[in-house]
């Protein structure tokens, strides 16, 4: 079987995208070009950030449509961090089945699930 290795996302600006996640996470690029940037998550799982219009077979047709989730021990005050930080928020922090939880939004529309397990 195949190793998992990264996450793909297609984006309209590679490098914007990679500034975003970089002042988001902390971790810079480990490649960044016109067309493709890549930035580490944690050991041996990546982030990549494809141009879109370069992108094949194409993409649908709407941006954005991904979810990538993060674990945080503090939900809350990583929303106040990232908040701080300018990122769009698209749930304010809320509990639910799975656990507490807010949902932002990277700049091409890719929802980012922060959450901390429990009930």
Avoid: C, N
């Avoid at 690029?29 to 041996?44: C, H, I, K, N, Q």
């Avoid at 304010?92 to 089945?97: F, G, L, N």
């Amino acid at each position: 079987m195949p190793d998992f290795s990264f996450i793909l996302l297609p984006v309209a600006d590679p490098i914007a995208s990679a500034a975003f996640y970089e002042r988001l996470l902390g971790r810079p690029p480990v490649e960044a070009a016109p067309t493709f940037a890549m930035l580490p998550l944690r050991e041996g799982v990546m982030l990549g950030l494809w141009q879109r219009d370069g992108v094949l077979p194409t993409p649908g047709a709407a941006p954005g449509g991904s979810e990538v989730a993060f674990i945080a021990a503090d939900v809350d005050a990583t929303h106040a961090e990232w908040l701080a930080k300018g990122t769009t928020i698209l749930q304010a922090p809320t509990d639910m089945d799975f656990g507490r939880t807010f949902t932002a939004a990277d700049p091409d529309g890719h929802r980012l699930r922060v959450f901390k397990p429990g009930g």
